[in-house]
């Protein structure tokens, strides 16, 4: 039985085979260059720094647990999505991955477009000054009052993910006396090479409308004859966490071909496709990401090849990197509490975070790495499994690694590739209180999303 199928969640004695797991690595102390943010180095002192700041002064003045973001290398990212792509490309930042206001003025400086799902992300978008025309609206299930708004603020494109949102859209767009731009969602029938959850192109599950059957096909019929709504191509969405470019060959292939049925029938050619996101990136040294310039090139030839095959004008290609961007760029900063050894086991740190603010090696089984990051140590390894103070012994962060065994209360550990997924995933759970975000650059931190207080909890809770 997998443990994600156990009926009382992850067994927190499940020990994996001799083996099984991989070798420590040669040097505990160093940081693999892949996985860390580009400014993290270690210093002569053995403390790690990040923009110039000791961890050690950062936990100081802001407290543990606390995600630490390398803006430096945020801004970098979106500059190297934007310059693989060129001015015939649009890249969308998915905001699902982490947003803040700081974040949206960020991309706007650096010229990438935003991606939101929710009324909260869009609210967030538009009040932190992001062009209302630079905005996606994605979800399955978008309400009204989110449709509503998104169109009255200009929206650059919706994107239509169901037969009743087609109507919904429509509706909403004529009663407010406009055209509003969208693109079909379509489910390809690729299903990537990736967990169950995450993986959004097969037909059984919630998201678009599939290309099987015909359905995507009527879909754009509809859209067609809407005098509210003016269909500019069509999306498609694979998984998260790819590296493999064969899924985004075969979907590229599906929806050109669905191009050159619209043409035929409708004598149209749209004018744009967008083949989503989902690349991924190093949570350990095991894992090998593409650079932008080789995503950039492997797409263009795709859709440059199919699209010569059928006959169509290259379209305007666009794509959703969000992972791909914010994810390297940070760190969760923890400071070690119990040490517990098990005897022939394992050695289970506990931390003063958890699972409210990394649910994600709960949910997926994601694979992380750690490090010592206040000290340097010349200690032999020792097993170890790093875990939160939840009251679930699911409450994992670090399933297996290695760290010194002279680890001691106090220390600070650090989990990198932590910029996605978990701030905006971070939860209350045991009334915890989510993390702040603090960017750093040049020698300098600041707070971008503050630390919650009880008083926050409090404020909430009505009696």
Partial sequence: MSRSAHPAGPRHADVLPEGHY?????????????VWARTVARGADGVVSVGGISVKDLAEE?????????????RARCRAWRQAFGADADVFYAGKAFLSRAVVRWLAEEGLNLDVCSGGELATALGAGMPAERIALHGNNKSTEEITRAVEAGVGRIVLDSFQEIVRVAHIAERLGKRQRVQVRVTVGVEAHTHEFIATAHEDQ???IALAGGQAAEAVRRVLKLDG??????????????FDMAGFEVSARRVVQLLAEVRDEHGVELPEIDLGGGLGIAYTSEDDP????????????????????????????????????????????????TVKELAGLRTYVSVDGGM?????????????????VSRSSDAEP???RVVGKHCESGDIIVRDAFLPADLAPGDLLAVPATGAYCRSMASNYNHALRPPVVAVKNGEARVIVRRETEEDLLRLDVG
């Fill in 22 to 34: 991989t070798a420590p690595a040669a040097d505990l102390n160093a940081l693999d260059p892949r």
């Fill in 62 to 74: 802001f407290g543990s647990p606390a995600y630490i973001l390398d803006e430096d290398d945020f």
């Fill in 206 to 208: 919630k998201f678009g």
């Fill in 229 to 242: 709504l003016e269909l500019i191509g069509i999306h498609s969405h694979i998984g998260s966490q790819i």
């Fill in 290 to 337: 593409r650079e932008p310039h080789e995503i950039a090139k492997a797409l263009g030839d795709i859709v440059g090849r199919e699209c010569e095959a059928a006959g169509l004008a290259v379209p305007r290609l666009s794509v959703e990197p969000g992972r791909a961007i914010v994810g390297p760029t940070a760190f969760t900063l923890y400071e070690v509490g």
């Fill in 356 to 372: 409210s603010d990394n649910i994600r090696t709960a949910l997926y089984d994601a694979d992380y790495t750690v490090a010592l």
């Fill in 382 to 384: 020792m097993l170890s």
